[in-house]
């Protein structure tokens, strides 16, 4: 029996990211994600750029989904 592995895809997006979002998609193709892009399928790591980290200032998870307008440390892209 081989072995497969299934991912739930992420709901898509329709609100601007806060400006510390990061993930490598942003160096290696310009945008966030980038679905287009074979090297990116699937790639949904991100971190904040203010703490270096997987959580924010504060303390909650970062990515893609949650860095949105609302969240109290969020930063509007100028």
Known sequence: MSFE???????PVTMPPCALLRSKA?????DLVNP????????TYCW???TQHI????QKDVNQ???VE????????V
């Open 5 to 11: 592995k299934h991912f739930n895809l992420p709901e």
């Open 70 to 77: 609302g969240r109290e440390c969020y930063r509007d892209i």
């Open 26 to 30: 942003i160096y290696v193709t310009g």
């Open 36 to 43: 287009d892009h074979p090297d990116e399928e699937g790639a």
């Open 48 to 50: 904040c750029n203010k």
């Open 65 to 67: 989904g949650d860095c």
């Open 55 to 58: 959580l924010g200032p504060d």
